[in-house]
């Protein structure tokens, strides 16, 4: 396997703890230049800490040590990070986005080498940057009016300014669409071709098989191994991250032969008048229901005007035969329907609060006495909820925002559980989660399914609505172009509807 001679960047006996947890416990990793090498691992398995401490933003306890070239480094912040040639693009974007995109290529960069670069300069150097990434945008641009995708070209652009040698991009995928994720791969490629070495996260298992050299996994913040390129099979990699085989992945229990209940949901020609029109749909009792589509379909926009979250041009919602006057979230709460945003970060927990306060947060009026949250039935119910997902935290008055991702995620979905919903609508569920966690919301799904909730889920990933769902409707520009069921289900189908093929 891996010599230490042909790694350009060593972490070796890398330990890390907050507070009662141990994130990493004397992790060691070889990086080459050229190399795109993958760091898989479950939720809170402690790959971003890792990569926090190589960028600096996390000091490793004693006894850690980095080499760079073979020279042992003391990386004590950003700023000895970026010296070293060490860059890292986050989950969460962190350009400052009133700026330009010159200004935030060369952000910080004046004071690093202590002397003023003029605006005039700034932008050429910037100019010859983008060229060489292909962007479509230009250094004077606003940082503000960039999607997602060409903001991390901005910040992948502030890289090669720094004349980085180590790139480290964690789950830069989960928010783009299919086409811009393979333009990223083209320049991931690329940057390998010139010598660059490419740590990259990601749960999800095929880019991984297409872009890794090796993988490296790590298990409850320890290292387990690293595959070379001809080893890196599906199966071998699962096993070392979840320490088992995880046998059958997707669970349909529910309904399997029964055929689906009586209709739950009615949705008749919704739309807002601009981007959505004329969509129809039911749920029955104890069905999945899937939506399809391609990346701006317009999935996510008629699930907020269902849930009464962006303003309805017309239409009707029935829940079992009641017609529904929705104008709100809450009306839509206090009507039976839950919604799973796709975008955890921004709408859905609050990050300073415990898991405890957040798991609780939905049914604080259900349990209050004389204006009181139950203390006792919270922390049940926390307990409980942590213990069904296997959410990971140091204890349930941690701090969300301290956990993982795919851990915020999990905390996010039991407590949209605990509101006990009659329609529930997930919006991208398994986005961030692990291979073993994923499983475990599957299961979850199926179990609320046979239950006789109605539920709807967005996903994106084509295996996931075929294994789970009894149903789906496809969509294609604003509009419900198709529905597939039963065996109609594959993917070939699926994308026919959604690229009008
Ligand atoms: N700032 C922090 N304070 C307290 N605990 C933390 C902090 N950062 C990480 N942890 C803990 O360290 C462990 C590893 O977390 P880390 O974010 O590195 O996981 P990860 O492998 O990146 O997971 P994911 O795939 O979900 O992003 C988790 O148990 C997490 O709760
Ligand atoms: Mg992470």
């Known amino acids: 396997m891996t010599t230490a001679d042909t790694a350009y960047l060593r972490m070796e006996n890398v330990s890390k703890t907050f507070g009662r947890i141990q994130a990493l416990s004397n992790v060691s990793l070889d990086v080459r230049l050229g190399e795109i090498h993958a760091l898989m691992g479950e939720n809170g398995a402690g790959k971003s800490t890792l990569m926090k401490i190589l960028s ?101 652009a502030r890289a090669l300014n720094f004349k980085c040698r180590i790139l480290v991009m964690d789950e ?107 969509c129809s749909f039911d749920v029955h009792h104890g069905e999945v229901l899937g939506i399809a589509g391609l990346v701006g379909a317009g999935r996510t926009e008629l699930a907020r005007l269902v849930y009464g979250a962006d303003h309805r041009a017309g239409g009707t919602i029935e829940l079992e035969g009641r017609a529904l006057d929705i104008r709100t979230p809450l009306d839509a709460q206090k009507a039976g329907i839950a919604y799973l945003t796709e975008d955890r970060k921004q709408l859905g927990l609050f990050l300073d609060m415990s898991v405890s306060e957040n798991l609780n947060l939905g049914v604080i009026e259900k349990d209050s006495k004389f204006g009181f949250l139950d203390r006792i039935m919270a922390r049940r119910r926390s307990r409980k909820a942590t213990a069904a997902l296997n959410i990971k935290a140091a204890s349930s008055d941690a701090a969300v925002g301290g956990l993982s991702g795919g851990n915020q995620q999990k905390v996010l979905l039991a407590r949209l559980l605990e509101t006990g919903p009659r329609f529930l609508i997930l919006d991208e569920p398994t986005r961030g989660v692990d291979i073993g966690a994923k499983s475990e919301i599957y299961k979850l799904i199926d179990e609320v399914a046979k239950s006789g909730m109605a539920v709807a889920v967005i996903s994106s990933e084509l295996a996931e609505i075929v294994g789970i769902c009894d149903r789906v409707i496809v969509m294609r520009e604003g509009r419900v172009a198709g529905s597939l069921k039963g065996s109609e289900i594959t993917q070939e189908n699926i994308m026919a509807i959604a690229t009008a093929a």
Not at 74 to 98: K, R, V
Not at 182 to 192: A, N, T
Not at 207 to 220: G, K, P
């Open 56 to 156: 600096g933003a996390y000091l490793p306890d004693p006894g850690s040590a980095i080499f760079i070239d073979r020279n042992r480094v003391s990386i004590t912040g950003p700023q000895s990070a970026q010296t070293l040639g060490i860059s890292i693009i986050y989950q969460e974007l962190s350009l400052a986005p009133n700026l330009t995109v010159a200004e935030n290529i060369y952000l910080g960069r004046e004071i690093a080498r202590n002397r003023f670069v003029s605006r005039s300069a700034m932008e050429a150097g910037a100019a010859d940057i983008l060229r060489r990434l292909n962007a479509s945008f230009g250094p004077r641009d606003k940082v503000a009016r960039l999607s997602i995708a060409e903001r991390q070209l901005v910040e992948i």
């Open 172 to 278: 830069p995928t989960t928010t783009l669409s299919e086409r811009e994720t393979e333009r990223l791969f083209q320049l991931m490629r690329q940057l390998r071709s010139e010598g660059m070495a490419i740590v990259y996260i990601s749960h999800r298992m095929s880019e991984v098989y297409e872009l890794a050299d090796r993988v490296s996994v790590l298990r409850d913040g320890a290292y387990v191994g690293t595959l070379d390129r001809p080893e890196i099979a599906p199966e071998t990699v699962v096993r070392m991250m979840v320490g088992r085989d995880l046998g059958s992945f997707y669970k349909k229990a529910h309904s399997v032969g029964g055929g689906p209940g009586t209709v739950a949901v009615r949705v008749r020609d919704v739309g807002d008048g601009r981007r959505i029109h004329g």
